[in-house]
């Protein structure tokens, strides 16, 4: 079984400035996904970055940023420029790639609050 | 992207009694979706898997005849929480996958209050 760890549970960022949330993941699996979600207070979950097992390279979305480092089995997330819209918790991610579409296995969570 | 909508978004009802909440794909088709339940501040907990046509898988601890989940089309997942009590309590949220992204795309839950 997958395991997500998320370590900080709660998170504080000025406006502006840059902020890391630190997830580790644990599984036997070769071929999977990983995922950053946003869910601000009006809860409706939204997909920050995603990142694929196979790819060396970290993705990157605008602002948003991941540090994929596979062999330590960790996928930080880096936001800079840190805004009041990115108040919210996140969460990160763990999917299988194989077999069909595949449930997914979430961290406990990091409220990030963003301090004007 | 994708949409998902949920229905309704909050419902009250008084224990003993039943209550439906429907996951809809808007403009794709969704052979799979999933449900969850999410305590205030806590992580979303996977309660089962609806698949279009079958029965649905129910995780560990999850009681099927009280979570009954019908997946009678590509487009539309329904949880009915059966004899509901205070403890059923809880944000409900559905999702469905992407196709080749694996990413999963959110219903924007729904807010049950047992009285």
């Known amino acids: 079984a997958q395991t997500v760890t998320q370590s900080q549970p709660e998170m504080s960022v000025q406006e502006a400035e840059t902020v890391t949330l630190s997830c580790t993941y644990d599984?036997?699996?070769?071929?999977?996904?990983l995922f950053w979600y946003k869910q601000p207070p009006s809860r409706q979950m939204i997909l920050v970055i995603r990142q694929e097992a196979y790819k060396q390279q970290n993705a990157t979305e605008n602002r948003f940023s991941v540090n994929f480092q596979k062999a330590a089995k960790s996928f930080s997330l880096k936001i800079s420029d840190s805004q009041l819209g990115d108040t919210a918790m996140y969460f990160c991610?763990?999917?299988?790639?194989?077999?069909?579409?595949?449930?997914?296995?979430f961290g406990t969570g990091t409220k990030l609050q963003v301090i004007p | 992207g994708a949409v998902v909508s949920q229905h309704p978004s909050r419902v009250i009802c008084k224990s003993g009694t039943s209550v439906k909440i429907e996951c809809r794909s808007l403009d794709f088709q969704a052979t799979t979706m999933f449900w969850y339940r999410q305590f205030p501040k806590k992580s979303l907990m996977l309660m089962a898997t609806?698949?279009?046509?079958?029965?649905?898988?129910?995780e560990q601890g999850v009681e099927k005849d009280k979570f009954l989940i019908n997946h009678a089309s590509l487009t539309l997942s329904t949880l009915t929480v059966t004899s509901a009590h205070p403890e059923d309590s809880s944000f409900y949220i559905c999702s469905a996958p992407a196709a080749s992204t694996y990413e999963q795309y959110f219903g924007p839950g729904t807010r049950l209050t047992v009285t």
């Open positions: 991610a763990f999917s299988s790639g194989s077999g069909g579409y595949q449930k997914v296995t």
């Open positions: 609806s698949n279009e046509g079958s029965k649905a898988t129910y």
């Open positions: 599984t036997s699996e070769s071929n999977y996904y």
